[in-house]
């Protein structure tokens, strides 16, 4: 059902979201100080956009406030999200969702404070992104990892390569190679600037991207078959001192991995080395390629660039390869690059919008118990449950009448996935993993909720 929406800042996560919901059909109201902001997003977004602070109740009312049912404030200040959640709480918003990056704000100290200002979903990109890298390290070569039904089910998202096990096979002779139990099932094809629910006699071909969910046993057995390998890196370079690094560093170095950061403040250079007693902290610029020699950056298994300016993340990921460095990981936050990055010698892109919009949408769609949302194309990949009510409990997947463009992909029982078949009946409080476009998501929604 449609509702009527606000986000206020549309900055990268804001203007995501936005987009996101719009294309849903959702009524949507975007608000932000910066009018030129407002005016890019415009030429891309059917949406009302108010000039204004979040703070401020008569921007809120030119917003809709007073029919609103939800509200997501996300600009890069925790104090006018909270401000804004509480303006929209007392009209009468139902839900708000509030961005919030400082750890004594988000601590169960401040549990009441954001109890008072209304917020019923905190998010924060920099822990979300932090999570998402650390998931890429895990997994050397993929492009994206989603962890759904609490890790029983996962969904890997991989180019292949021209050597990879798959290219060059039909789904159905791969399915007929591993009858009769399935461990894992392609849910998604990206080739080109296409994304498609595949079918048993879509063949694969190099530089095709891939998501396949698989079970969690299966997890090195499908990363083989992909042409990655799994498995922690030994060492980490981190070009960028920020709080999505010191969050990934701190999260590494608890795992025994050896890391190195390199940041250009001096402040806070010396702040993180006081901060990270197991990380190496060098000061200076992340271009500087004397730097990244006397750095040794060539014997690094992953090398990830996490500042805030794109085209120093992007050179310095280009260095780092030349000179033989594992994997490389680029955020980047304007996105018109995307598809010459991986052909200029980035291995990973990847930006603070998608992890960030994933939880949103969870909210916004309620029966949903996770989403995933990527740069490349236009599927998700959603986790729901079979409800009571449902026409699919003791129904088998063959006779759901699914839309042509979703495809379940796992079933999770007792909590143990399966990979769904035609004859797999469902049952009430199953769990499905479901690959779906953006048009069928509430059809979806209403058959399993």
């Known amino acids: 059902m449609a509702v009527h929406v606000i986000v206020v800042g549309a900055g990268e996560v804001g203007s995501y979201i936005a987009h996101r919901l719009s294309r849903e ?7 932000d100080i910066n009018p030129e902001r407002l005016r890019e997003v415009e030429g891309d977004l059917e949406v009302l956009t108010v000039t204004g602070s979040g703070t ?11 029919r609103s049912e939800l509200l997501v404030a996300v600009t890069s200040d925790d104090e006018v999200n909270l401000v804004a959640s509480l303006i929209a ?15 004594e704000l988000r601590g169960k100290e401040a549990a009441r404070l954001r109890t008072v200002f209304g917020a019923d979903l905190v998010i924060d990109p920099d822990q979300e992104t932090a999570h998402e890298i650390l998931e890429l390290c895990e997994n050397a070569g993929a492009a994206e990892v989603a962890v759904m039904a609490q890790g029983e ?3 890997i998202g991989a180019r292949l390569s021209a050597r990879a096990p798959l290219v060059g096979r039909s789904l159905s002779e791969i399915a007929a190679e591993y009858e009769p139990d399935w461990e894992f099932l392609v849910g998604s094809i990206t080739r080109g600037d296409q994304t498609v629910i595949p079918r048993a006699d879509h063949r694969l071909a190099a530089d095709d991207l891939v998501r396949v969910v698989c079970e969690r046993r299966a997890r090195n057995r499908v990363s083989k078959l992909l042409g990655l390998s799994r498995g922690l890196p030994n060492r980490v370079m981190l070009l960028g001192g920020g709080r999505t690094a010191e969050i990934l560093a701190r999260q590494l170095a608890r795992r025994g991995v050896d890391v190195v950061m390199v940041e250009r403040d001096p402040a806070r250079a010396r702040q993180l080395a006081e901060r990270l007693d ?15 020699e006397e750095a040794d950056v060539s014997r690094f298994d992953v090398v990830a660039a996490l500042t805030g300016e794109d085209h120093a993340n992007i050179l310095a990921c280009l260095y780092a390869k030349a000179a033989g460095a594992g994997e490389t990981i680029a955020v980047v936050h304007e996105l018109a690059l995307l598809s ?4 200029a010698g980035v291995d990973v892109v990847l930006s603070p919008r ?41 129904t088998q997947v063959k006779d759901l009448g699914l839309p042509k463009d979703v495809l379940i992909g796992a079933i999770v029982r007792d909590g143990k996935a399966h990979i769904a078949r035609g004859r797999s009946r469902l049952r009430r409080r199953d769990h499905v993993v479901v690959f779906a476009m953006p048009g069928s998501v509430d059809e979806v929604s209403r058959l399993f909720g």
């Open 25 to 31: 059909g959702h009524d949507m109201a975007l608000v």
């Open 56 to 66: 401020h109740p008569s921007i809120l009312e030119m917003a809709g406030v007073g």
């Open 89 to 103: 709480k007392q009209r009468g918003v139902e839900s708000s969702i509030v961005r919030i990056e400082a750890p």
């Open 153 to 155: 089910a996962i969904v």
């Open 278 to 292: 197991d990380a190496l902290v060098l000061e200076g610029e992340i271009t500087d390629a004397d730097l990244l």
């Open 340 to 343: 010459l990055l991986g052909e």
């Open 354 to 394: 998608t992890a960030t919009a994933n939880g949103v949408m969870r909210f916004v769609r309620g029966d949903v118990a996770a989403v995933a949302t990527f740069l490349e194309g236009e599927a998700e990949v959603l986790e729901l449950e079979v409800g009571r009510d449902s026409t699919a409990d003791d």
